[in-house]
């Protein structure tokens, strides 16, 4: 079975579209964006929402699956962003449906700390035997990726009895007090939302594209050089860092960064957590982005891709280490709820029976191609990095190199105008990141890249 040939109906009895890989796989405007059912719901958004929680692209969903997503008015989108990195086996994943559905009849919650079920403790198992490693392991099931980078943490001072925290340049870690303070980026993540959590430091991070190209093992000396002046090993609990930098700008760090950063960790009593909350599950071309230079972090952390569009995430790791906590010191009333526990279960078996760490890596291979053929006509086009499904260009004046952010602002305009839905990152606003789902077909990816052609052309 692949993820777009279950046929079934595409309409329900009101008309709109069923969800699912079963939509039709195209694009296809027909009023502009947005149109009119969108803009009334826009209205009411603005009268209704907190004007904080932002919006990408001005349509209202009311289908999605394979590629697609079907706004309000009927138009279908190129997908080129997975809601961030989150339906990687596709919307409406007939596997996760048919679990999902099951366990709403059964039960919905009890919550896992008080009346415990089966599929939390499948969960687990699955993430012991995924995540890198072959240790003995330990998880333990939240609910938001912020949350379970929060558990990460106290897990860490928990086990070291040490309070500091470093994270890097660039980093995204989440929204919550804590994740805010490992947060990087001020605007529009932390400006005005402080004071921040103590004893969190930042070191420098690898970005090959602006740091002259320098090796790897250079750029973690120096990192281990700020953190030893500036911090010191023995009030260090954690080192938090992405293996790909998500939100910061896709920056893959240089060859020999993450494992020399892993060695001093773990030579120092410092725990080293991997945020693979956006990397993780099969989105790189591999099961987490660890994987590709074979690194094994003390504790991973995922969410994102983990359930299917279900809101579940984890903390993964060194039994010993994640077994320091004493009983009630971890959970939370809805961690672990079933209907995301089953969900995960079957979108595991997706990423698994679908063979989807190999489309990832073929998506990738598709997508390099195509934006490495743009580059070379197109100086603008500074860099084209990520890995597997996880994609970027950043965007610069080819006269001095500095950041064009009003340029991909007009690109990714242009892309949501055309019915193609991107994305933009990076802490100076440049980058378009491109994030499919995995079922996405070749000739919609195609396509879509075809558009961002024409939004450069049109400069
Ligand atoms: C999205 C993200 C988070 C936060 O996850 P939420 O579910 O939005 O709280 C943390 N770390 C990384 C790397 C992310 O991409």
Known sequence: MTLLDTASTTSNDSGIPLGGPSLPQVRRLVTSIPG?????????????????????????????????????????????????????????????????????????????????????????????????????????????????????????????????????????HGRTNLTMALTAKNMPYKSGFGPFAPEVYRAPLSYPYRDGGLDGVTAAKNAITMIEKQIGAANLAAMIIEPIQGEGGFIVPAEG?????????????????????????????????????????????????????????????????????????????????????????????????????????DIGTLLTGRLNALRVNDPRIGDVRGRGALIAIELVDPATGEPDAALTNRVAAFAHAAGVLVLTCGTYGNVIRFLPPLSISDELLIEGIGVIAEALAAG
Not at 84 to 91: E, L, R
Not at 266 to 277: K, L, P, S
Not at 308 to 320: C, D, H, I, N, Q
Request: proline share 4%; with cysteine; net charge negative.
């Open 36 to 172: 009119p059912k969108s803009q009334a719901l826009l209205a009411r958004k603005s009268s209704a929402v907190a004007a904080g929680v932002g919006t990408t692209i001005p349509v209202f969903t009311v289908a999605a699956g394979g590629g697609v997503i079907v706004d309000a008015d009927g138009n279908s989108l190129i997908d080129l962003g997975s809601g961030i990195a989150v339906t990687g086996v596709g919307n409406s994943n007939p596997r996760v449906v048919a679990a999902v559905t099951a366990q709403l009849a059964q039960f919905t919650h009890t919550c896992f700390t008080v009346a415990p079920y089966d599929s939390y403790v499948e969960v687990a198992e699955a993430l012991n035997r995924l995540t890198p490693g072959d240790h003995e392991k330990r998880s333990a099931l939240f609910t938001s990726g912020a949350e379970a980078v929060e558990n990460a943490v106290k897990i860490a001072r928990h086990y070291t009895g040490k309070q500091a925290v470093v994270a890097f340049d660039h980093a995204y």
């Open 257 to 361: 960064f993450l494992p020399t950063l892993l060695a001093w960790a773990q030579a120092n009593n410092v725990v080293f957590i991997a945020d693979e909350v956006q990397t993780g599950f099969a989105r790189t071309g591999a099961m987490f982005a660890s994987d590709h230079e074979g690194i094994v972090p003390d504790l991973i952390v995922t969410a994102k891709g983990i359930a299917g569009g279900l809101p579940l995430s984890a903390v993964t790791g060194r039994a010993e280490i994640m077994d320091s906590s004493h009983a009630g010191g971890l959970g939370g009333t809805y961690g672990g709820n079933p209907l995301a526990c089953v969900a995960a279960l079957a979108t595991i078996e997706s990423y698994e029976e679908d063979n989807l760490v190999q489309r990832a890596a």
